[in-house]
């Protein structure tokens, strides 16, 4: 990407999205493009083909999408499933259709295999079963990398495909029912010093672990990646730690203040026992990440405790 190339960043009112426009406009890029879901329907053909060809949009980071944790995906699958393949079928599409220089659809690391070795490579997608409480999700963004692929193979698109770790930063989703993992625990552990809870129950053993990412490191890999990378192949953003859910409520009770409890309700799911990613491919091309997962959590939690 130039300086002054026009770059769209779809979702840029969600946690990656928003990260990306700060790390495009920290770099100095000059036409960063956005719009809101109110001012644009990604899932609207004409509406978004009109938009790309107004616009003359060369590069797109296709970062819409429906998101949320465990019980969020276990309690509206069918919306989870059809708003994504809404979203990204129709921008794909349309961007191989106007032409666009070159597009980044994001992914999830629940993509991969329920049991797939840890850590996860690459080539292990579609080896093995789903994690089922999110398997719909899962199935979306699976599409989604096939059709990049399929466009990339049958028109020569410059069409990528990244799959980031789980994500946290400051503006995520703190919806006690909707969130992930990290903003729904520093929401309860937040409330529970405030108000003097003596204790915090969380979900599952505790038992599981899971790989984190701070936003402002996976956008600069975003970026880094839209520079420097061209394949068919899917390539993972991940830190290449990762800790169990209970060493993540200890940092944030600490982080905190909170010096109750915590209980682990083992009647709720835990989700994939273990999700860590192989970044070795990403690693190699030279980027690596810069936030510690304390430092991270440390921010984010400042951010909300300001802003709820």
Excluded at 39 to 62: A, R
């Amino acid at each position: 990407m130039n300086k002054d190339s026009r770059i769209y960043v779809a979702g840029s009112s969600g946690l990656v999205g928003k990260a990306i426009v700060n790390n495009l406009t920290n770099h100095e890029y000059e036409e960063v493009i956005t719009t809101t879901h109110s001012e644009l329907d990604l899932s609207k053909p004409p509406t978004f083909g009109e938009f790309l060809s107004v616009m003359d949009l060369e590069y797109v980071f296709l970062a819409a999408a429906r998101v949320g944790g465990i019980y969020a995906n276990n309690t509206f699958p069918a919306e989870f499933i059809y708003q994504n393949l809404s979203i990204q079928t129709n921008v794909i599409h349309e961007c191989y259709l106007k032409k666009v220089k070159k597009l980044m659809f994001l992914g999830s690391v629940c993509i991969y295999p329920l049991h797939a070795t840890v850590p996860v490579k690459e080539e292990s997608l579609l080896t093995g079963e789903l994690e089922d409480s999110n398997q719909w999700y899962a199935v979306a963004k699976i599409a989604g990398i096939k059709m990049c692929q399929a466009y990339r193979r049958q028109y020569g698109c410059d069409f990528i495909s990244v799959m980031p770790c789980n994500l946290y930063g400051i503006g995520d989703n703190f919806h006690p029912d909707n969130s992930h993992v990290i903003p729904g625990l520093i929401r309860k552990f937040v409330n529970a010093k405030e108000n003097n809870l003596p204790s915090v129950t969380c979900w599952g053993t505790g038992e599981a672990r899971r790989e984190f990412m701070y936003m402002d490191d996976m956008a600069d890999a975003c970026v880094f990646l839209m520079n420097n990378y061209s394949d068919e192949q899917i390539i993972n953003i991940g830190t290449g730690v990762d800790y169990t859910i209970k060493e993540l409520a200890e940092i944030i009770s600490e982080l905190t203040g909170y010096e109750g409890e915590i209980i682990w309700d083992t009647s709720k799911p835990n989700g994939t026992p273990k999700r860590m990613l192989d970044s070795t491919r990403l690693l190699n091309l030279g980027w690596k990440p810069k936030v510690s997962l304390r430092d991270g959590l440390a921010k984010t939690i400042e951010w909300y405790i300001k802003n709820k």
